[in-house]
Every structure is written in structure tokens, then in C-alpha cells.
């Protein structure tokens, strides 16, 4: 049993909330006294019925009153996979919540409404999920139930949207017409899309092969805590903890540590306190090394096969997330796993709309939900890659230096 | 090439130990907040494992509301004596006396919200700029939206508005003095991921999670341990029943299950069978009010 992490999409109305539920529904996550409640608010449901969306109602109610909410996390779990769904609602905030939720996730469900098709939000949902690099698209056509699930408008769709995703140069798109509502094709199969071979979206998330997109070549290490303990028998032991980023870290490894660009060799790969043989993303582990050398917290530990960028100039395209707009010309913190350094953003490039992804030159300000390319030139060097070559070390958050918010999230170029 | 495949117990524990170490690198005074309760022995047994061989770098703290299990509390004293971690306790009973507050009345008059007051003065005292805790996202609405990292003002509160975006793995402990951090790093897992990994990395638990007999009262379809904490009524039916909890809080607000369950398999299984959520089941508090613990959350609890 393994973990997955995704995020679902879609205009507002086009079923998340029903296709949540039922999901969770149909995979009986949804406790007795939970659904007591539910059936107390689904009023205007005949006897029996349960209206599915009201169990992401915390939100929902938020949504109404118009205040703004972010990333909602829910959870299920079959006997072959563990989910973490992120729930990202809200239009106003709508960019900004989906970037938070997008960052974390293996793979994206983006819902059209069957009688619509393609629309507008639905190439902005690609366009993100495309910016952030989730590996895995699904496309669930929904509310086939209203289009008498029909092949045709099911056809239709699935070919405007491959239109679309080859412009964007999305590769791993799988489609699935469902209704959300009556349940077909999401956990059960209910026999009204007999000509629909594929697998149920249940199905699919369970088997897909999440492990293929991560990275055991390129290893990335970034200290976060030297532990020493010095007590009596472990006087001299200095051990460097952190999380495997990518790739995998072995006894007698040649490293180099960045950004200083040391060189040394592994001593020792432990985890828990116990020597292993290797260690391999996404573990948390603990490095001893040859030598002994000044390491600290935001080093970073990499093997001499494949070096990351170390640079104080960098691009990004930056997601700005702060009601206070970006300036050129404005500081800010940037943190690039557990490194923090003072940086000034030059530049504002340009900015990408994310509907049409046209780039508007000319730009003096960034604001909330804007997606923008920007210059930035940092008081020390920083360690990185590039977000769309290697994703686990290629992201970074800007922070305001008085408010001490998070202003941005970085995809760094 | 090797099989470079991970348990999902694995994966969450990995996330959970590099928010450990963030605390540990990011702050200057962290505290791991230790009920002895199942989350906190789980929080506790991967700081262990974050820092090893060195020792858990900072203190265990436990807000003793003066209500607990006795169970509880000797299962406490133990297992911080075991880490080698400092135990801090501060009760609840000092700060009712030390500021006057009026103590709560009623059938369980519980001192669950006067905790709160007791956390920020040790705060206070203390000067922690971050509060390891042990909540997790499934337990109920309010917490399913909250941040790994989650800031609080100088009067604890929770501000849901505020939050601040948290993407990828980076977490953004920046805060200004005064200000401290709360930091759940089992927000990710759920009920029986816990009792999941308990299992498998043999934790032992406080005796009162597996089945013994103990005098209850019924109040509302829940199992209230007697004790000298609750009001008896003329009316409550002292009955002898084999129970166990399923978590761990005070006498006065948790329930208890009735169950025949001696071993972590057999809790496992029972919670796999029932079909009642944690919080619904045990938590006497909660069902007053839908928004509770979203109001209970903004003026400082944890
Ligand atoms: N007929 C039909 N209605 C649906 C389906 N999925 C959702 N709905 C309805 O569409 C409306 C909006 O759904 P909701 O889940 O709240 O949408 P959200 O705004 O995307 O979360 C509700 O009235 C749902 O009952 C479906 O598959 N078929």
C-alpha cells in the first residue's frame, strides 16, 4: 500500500463537491455520525437521498459568505493505495489556492461538465497543472447522466481537450466520462457507458505508477539539522539530517557540498539512527561524511554525477499570492528548502495569463493570482535546479521581510 | 535497479520527520506538547527517530488539566524519563488560582477551554517561539483547512484568514516576537495510520486504550468514566462495563467504548468495523456545538 497525493478542479458547479463525496461515499470513508449529520442538512433531498457535496460544507458555507478560503485536505483509503485529496475552492482566490494544492500533488482531476465542454477555466485548470508539473492529468467528463451519456458529446470533448493539451505540451492525459451524481464509472461501474472500456476513476488512481516520476538519478540532499550529540560514546559523531530530495545516497559516494562546492566522500548513510545501505527519495535520512567539514543548515549534499545550479541570478516564474502587490525593485526572503536569503526581485518580465497563456510585456506590478516572469538577484548564492527538469528541488517561496508572510510560490527556471 | 518502493506508513513518517527537523532548524525554543495520549506517544516516538542518535532537542510539555487519566499521567512521566527529553508540567489548577479564572460548572464541567490560558502563559514563561502538537487533519472541518506551520498571534489566536500559502515541502516558521508557531507534523495521517504505526513500530501505550473494566455512566449514548471530576445526578445508572478509549483526554469531556479489545490487532480491527468517527464517538465536548473547535481554535487552543 502507497500514498497518493491530487487535487481536483473544475468550474464552480460542475460537481467537486458531489465527485468528493462520492468518492468517499462509495469507498465507505464516511462515518455513521458524519453522515447523520449530512442527511440532517440535505433537506430538500427526498427520503433517503443524501446530497454528496455537503461534505465538503465547511467550505462550501465559507464559499457563500464570500470570504476567502484555501486548501481544504480530505482523506480515504482502499486496501491499495492511501489518498490525500486537496480541495481547492474559490474563484476569487482561485490561481493562488490551486497553485498551494497543485504543489504537493501527483496528479490532477480536472472536471468539464458534459454539456458545456471545454471551457475557459478548463484550459486555466491545464495551464496550471501544466506550470506545476503535476505528472498525472484526468479528465473526468461529468454529468453524463444529462447528456444521456451520450459517446459522441463524450467523444467531442475528449477531442477539444486533446487539442488543447497538445498545445501545452501535456503528455499523460487518461479520460473517464462519470457522473458524479448517480455514481457511474467512479467507484462502480454502472453499466449506462457500456461503450466505455477504461478503467473506473477508482481504478485508475489506484494503479497508477506514481513511483515513475520520481527522480533516482539526480541526487539532492539539503541539510536541515546537524546532529551532534556529544555525549561520552558519540563524542565526534556530526551527522547531517535531511530528506532525499531526488535520487540516492550511498556509502563511499564522492559528494560535493553546495553552495561552497566541498568536496568529501560518504561516511555513513543512516536512517533512524541505524546504518542502511542506501538511501533513496523521499526518505529522511542522516549523511556522516568522510571529513571533517563545516556543514550547516541549507547546504546541500549532492553526488558528483549531476550538479544542480548555484547562482545569486536566477529566473523564476512566481505565482503571487499577497494582497500587497510585487514591485520591481521590491526584497524579499527566498527559500529554497531549508536556505533563506535575502534576494530583490529586478524584473518583472512579463505575465502570463493563465487563460490563454499569452504573455503581456510591459509590466511594473504583480498582483494577487497573477502568474509572472520575473528577475531575481540573491545576497548569496543559491542552490536549485530547474522546477520542470527536476520539481523536488526546483521550488522556492518568496517571504515578506517585516509582515513574515508568504507572498510567492517560485517555479525557478 | 533496486526497488525503490515505500510503505505509505514510510512516506509519512518521512514527511513527518523533516517537519521535526524544520522545527528543530527553523526555531530557537521549540516544545513538543506530550499528553500521553496516542497522537502525542506517536509525535514523540518520531522525534525519537528524527534526531537519533542524538537525544529529542527540545523539551516535552504537558498542559495537566488536573483531569486526566491517572494512567495517563504515570504512562507520561515514564516515557519522557525513557527519551531523555526535559518533561515540563504546568496545571491547569495554578493558572484558575494564580488568575482568578472561575472554574467551569455543570454534570462534566470540563477544563478543556481553561487550557488554553495555562498553554500561553508557558508559553510565555518559557519563551517557545514554536508548539509541536498532535492534531491531525481528519479529525473534524476546522482542522482540515489548517497549515502545517500554523501561525498564532500573542494571544494565541488562530486567524483562518491569514493563513499563509504553504506549498511544496517548505515551511515558513518566520514569525515576529511574541508570535509563536504551532506545528502539527501528523496533519497528513489519519486515525488508523496512527494506530497503523504504532503498531508496527511496537509502541507500548498508556493500559487504559485496551479493554478493563471501569463504573461508567450513560449520558447520551457515550460512556462517562466516574470519577471525581463529574456530577452524578439521581437519575445516572452506575454500570460496570468492559471498555477502552479510543483517544486520550480528560476524564470529564472524553468517552470511553465498550470493548472487548486486549491487543493492537484487535483495536485495529474494531476501529475498521465501526462506523462511528473518533471525535464523534469520544469527544463529550464537541457535540455542543458545530463550530466548537473553530471557536475554541481562534482564542488559543491548540
Ligand atoms: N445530473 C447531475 N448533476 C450533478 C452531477 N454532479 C453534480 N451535479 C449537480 O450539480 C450541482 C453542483 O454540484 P457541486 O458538486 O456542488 O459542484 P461544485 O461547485 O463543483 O462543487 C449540484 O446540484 C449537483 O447535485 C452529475 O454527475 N449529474
Redesign the interface.
Known amino acids: 500500500?502507497?500514498?497518493l497525493r491530487f487535487i481536483t478542479a473544475g468550474s464552480v458547479d460542475d460537481g467537486k463537491s458531489t465527485l468528493i463525496g462520492r468518492l468517499l461515499y462509495d469507498t465507505d470513508s464516511i462515518?455513521?455520525?458524519?453522515l447523520e449529520?449530512i442527511q440532517k442538512q440535505s433537506k430538500n433531498k427526498s427520503e433517503g437521498e443524501i446530497d454528496l457535496a455537503l461534505f465538503t460544507?465547511?467550505?462550501r458555507a465559507e464559499r457563500e459568505q464570500g470570504?476567502?478560503?484555501?486548501?481544504?485536505?480530505?482523506?480515504f483509503?482502499t486496501t491499495k493505495?492511501?489518498f490525500?485529496i486537496a480541495d481547492a475552492p474559490g474563484h476569487i482566490q482561485y490561481t493562488?489556492n490551486m497553485?498551494?494544492g497543485a504543489?504537493?500533488s501527483d496528479l490532477i482531476i480536472i472536471l468539464i461538465d458534459a454539456r458545456q465542454g471545454v471551457v475557459e477555466q478548463t484550459r486555466r485548470h491545464t495551464i496550471i497543472a501544466s506550470l506545476l508539473q503535476i505528472p498525472h492529468v484526468v479528465v473526468t467528463i461529468n454529468k453524463m447522466d444529462m447528456v444521456d451519456y451520450s459517446e459522441e458529446v463524450y467523444n467531442s470533448i475528449v477531442a477539444d481537450y486533446f487539442k488543447m493539451a497538445e498545445m501545452l505540451h501535456i503528455k499523460d492525459v487518461t479520460f473517464i466520462p462519470i457522473s458524479a451524481l448517480k455514481g457511474d464509472n467512479i467507484v462502480n461501474t454502472a453499466g449506462n457507458t457500456p461503450w466505455y472500456q477504461g478503467e473506473t476513476l477508482l481504478q485508475h488512481l489506484e494503479t497508477i505508477n506514481i513511483?515513475k516520476y520520481?527522480n533516482?538519478s539526480e541526487s539532492r540532499f539539503p541539510v536541515?539539522?546537524v546532529?551532534?550529540?556529544q555525549s561520552d560514546d558519540?563524542h565526534d559523531?556530526r551527522?547531517y539530517?535531511?530528506?532525499v530530495l531526488s535520487g540516492?545516497y550511498k556509502k563511499g559516494d564522492v559528494v560535493t557540498i553546495l553552495p561552497d562546492g566541498i568536496e568529501s566522500v560518504i561516511e555513513a548513510v543512516?536512517i533512524?539512527?541505524k546504518e542502511v545501505e542506501?538511501a533513496?527519495?523521499?526518505?529522511?535520512a542522516?549523511i556522516r561524511l568522510k571529513d571533517d567539514i563545516d556543514i550547516n543548515?541549507g547546504d546541500v549534499i549532492v553526488t558528483k554525477n549531476s550538479q544542480p545550479k548555484v547562482s545569486q541570478d536566477l529566473e523564476a516564474t512566481l505565482c503571487w499570492?499577497d494582497n500587497k502587490p510585487l514591485t520591481a525593485g521590491n526584497k524579499y526572503?527566498l527559500?529554497?528548502?531549508?536556505r533563506r536569503v535575502r534576494c530583490v526581485v529586478k524584473e518583472i518580465n512579463y505575465k502570463l495569463d493563465v487563460n490563454t497563456l499569452e504573455k503581456h510585456e510591459n509590466i511594473s506590478q504583480a498582483s494577487l493570482n497573477d502568474v509572472v516572469h520575473v528577475t531575481i538577484k540573491t545576497a548569496s548564492p543559491i542552490v536549485y535546479d530547474n522546477y520542470n527538469a527536476l520539481r523536488a528541488n526546483g521550488?522556492?517561496?518568496l517571504?515578506d521581510e517585516t509582515a513574515?508572510?508568504?507572498v510567492a510560490?517560485c517555479m525557478l527556471i | 535497479m533496486p526497488q525503490y518502493k515505500l510503505d505509505y506508513l514510510d512516506l509519512l513518517e518521512a514527511e513527518s520527520i523533516h517537519i521535526m527537523r524544520e522545527v528543530a532548524g527553523q526555531f530557537d525554543r521549540p516544545a513538543l506538547l506530550f499528553s500521553g495520549g496516542k497522537d502525542s506517544i506517536t509525535l514523540v516516538q518520531l522525534a525519537l527517530k528524527a534526531f537519533k542518535p542524538g537525544k529529542i532537542p527540545f523539551p516535552l510539555v504537558h498542559i495537566d488539566t488536573g483531569h486526566n487519566f491517572p494512567e495517563a499521567l504515570e504512562y507520561r512521566d515514564r516515557v519522557a524519563a525513557q527519551t531523555g527529553a526535559k518533561l515540563i508540567v504546568r496545571k491547569v489548577e495554578d493558572t484558575i488560582r494564580a488568575r482568578g479564572l472561575k472554574e467551569p460548572i455543570g454534570k462534566f464541567a470540563s477544563r478543556n477551554a481553561l487550557q488554553s490560558y495555562t498553554l500561553l502563559d508557558t508559553i510565555e514563561e518559557f519563551g517557545f517561539d514554536a508548539c509541536i502538537g498532535g492534531a491531525r487533519r481528519d479529525e473534524e472541518k476546522a482542522r482540515a483547512k489548517e497549515r502545517i506551520f500554523s501561525v498564532r498571534d500573542e494571544f494565541g489566536q488562530w486567524d483562518p484568514k491569514k493563513q499563509r500559502p504553504e506549498l511544496w515541502n517548505l515551511y515558513n516558521g518566520m514569525i515576529a516576537k511574541g508570535e509563536n508557531v504551532r506545528v502539527f507534523p501528523i496533519s497528513n495521517w489519519v486515525e488508523l495510520d496512527v494506530w497503523n504505526y504504532i503498531k508496527r513500530e511496537g509502541i507500548e501505550l498508556p493500559s487504559i486504550y485496551f479493554t478493563h473494566e471501569r463504573e461508567v455512566i450513560v449520558h447520551q449514548e457515550h460512556l462517562v468514566a466516574l470519577s471525581p471530576f463529574i456530577r452524578l445526578d439521581e437519575d445516572d445508572v452506575i454500570l460496570k462495563k468492559n471498555v477502552r478509549y479510543r483517544t486520550v483526554g480528560d476524564m470529564t469531556c472524553t468517552a470511553a467504548v465498550e470493548s472487548t479489545a486486549s491487543s493492537i490487532d484487535d483495536i485495529i480491527a474494531e476501529i475498521n468495523k465501526t462506523n462511528i468517527s473518533e471525535r464523534g464517538e469520544t469527544r463529550i465536548d464537541d457535540q455542543v456545538s458545530e463550530a466548537a473547535m473553530e471557536d475554541r481554535k481562534k482564542n488559543g487552543y491548540f
Do not use: C, W
Not at chain 1, 462515518?31 to 458524519?34: G, L
Not at chain 1, 478560503?69 to 482523506?75: E, F, L, S
Open positions: 500500500m502507497d500514498l462515518k455513521v455520525d458524519q449529520t460544507d465547511g467550505l470570504i476567502t478560503i484555501d486548501v481544504a485536505y480530505k482523506y483509503s493505495r492511501k490525500i493562488r497553485v498551494t504543489s504537493n513511483v520520481i533516482f536541515q539539522f546532529i551532534r550529540p558519540l559523531y551527522g539530517a535531511g530528506k540516492t543512516e533512524h539512527g542506501e533513496f527519495a523521499p526518505q529522511s542522516v543548515r499570492m526572503l527559500q529554497v528548502q531549508s521550488g522556492a517561496i517571504i513574515h508572510t508568504t510560490g
